[in-house]
């Protein structure tokens, strides 16, 4: 059996045991989450891409991308929770000896998490007003692909969510000082556009322009809104999201960038990087 089939039957032994196998840690959380929210899993598929394959001897290693679709019983409604994540197989002599997924991994960044990334006006400026409608609806739309107007990073989350605001008729300032404000010019861009720290800091008391309000919980967002990540608790934020809908119970499901996904839970304590020391930041866009 070649290795790419040898992939195609683990992960299909793994969807075919989906609420009791515990080969995929993460994947186990999530079901058992969903269970514990009294939702259900209603049907699963999968797909394989590999991408990088190295072989030496009898050994390889492929490097593949797993997509993800979870049909998800909500009560008397229904959604599809999907994902796009980074795989790992080592194999030897045609056998898989080592597999795993990586949801998300905390950014590392020789930036310092103080506040002094972004500059931000004290000054009072003009409401703007927020079309949260609109903001869903790019959020929709490139949540598995890349607007070819905007560039492309290799952790994309929070330039998708400047995107995502920006559709919704968030107001740039600041230009051409990356350290000020919040801006995209196609050639250069502040830091609060594409850096997850930097975005929070923004969002923290920004006056002018993008403007949002910190609230206590998740639960008192709407769609269009955005939370802010700290997998490892020390400051330094490492994610972002946007609420694109809500549950029965009225917590949201956000769409994010880096690991592509939609209509995920927002807690994310089915990531591979999430750890006790998880912080949240939560803001009301437009506020």
Not at 230 to 258: C, Q, W, Y
């Amino acid at each position: 059996m070649n290795p790419t089939h040898q992939l195609q039957t683990y992960w299909q032994r793994v969807i075919d045991r989906l609420v009791d196998q515990e080969e995929e840690q993460w994947l186990h959380k999530k079901v058992r989450g969903l269970e514990k929210r009294g939702h259900r899993v209603e049907r699963a598929t999968f797909r394989i891409k590999p991408y990088h394959r190295i072989a030496y001897d009898r050994k390889e290693s492929i490097r593949y991308m797993l997509f993800l679709s979870l049909l998800i019983k909500d009560g008397k409604k229904v959604y599809m929770e999907e994902g796009i994540y980074e795989g790992l197989a080592l194999l030897e002599r045609n056998e898989i000896i080592h597999q795993s997924v990586s949801t998300e991994a905390p950014y590392t960044s020789g930036l310092s998490p103080s506040a002094e990334f972004v500059e931000k006006e004290d000054r009072k400026g003009p409401p703007f007003s927020y079309n949260r409608r609109e903001a869903v609806r790019y959020a929709e739309r490139w949540w598995d692909s890349y607007n070819s107007a905007y560039k492309h990073f290799d952790l994309d989350c929070t330039n998708y969510i400047s995107q995502c605001l920006r559709a919704g008729g968030a107001p740039t300032w600041g230009l051409p000082n990356r350290a000020r404000g919040w801006w995209y010019t196609g050639k250069n861009w502040s830091y609060s556009w594409a850096v997850a720290n930097s975005l929070r800091w923004y969002l923290s008391g920004s006056r002018q322009g993008l403007t949002a309000k910190e609230v206590s919980s998740a639960d008192q967002l709407t769609p269009g809104d955005v939370i802010c990540y700290d997998f490892e608790g020390d400051g330094r934020f490492d994610h972002n999201t946007i609420v694109v809908k809500k549950d029965s119970d009225g917590m949201p499901l956000v769409n994010a960038h880096t690991t592509n996904s939609r209509h995920r839970y927002w807690a994310y304590e089915d990531s591979t990087a999430y750890t006790p020391n998880i912080k949240y930041k939560f803001f009301i866009i437009g506020s």
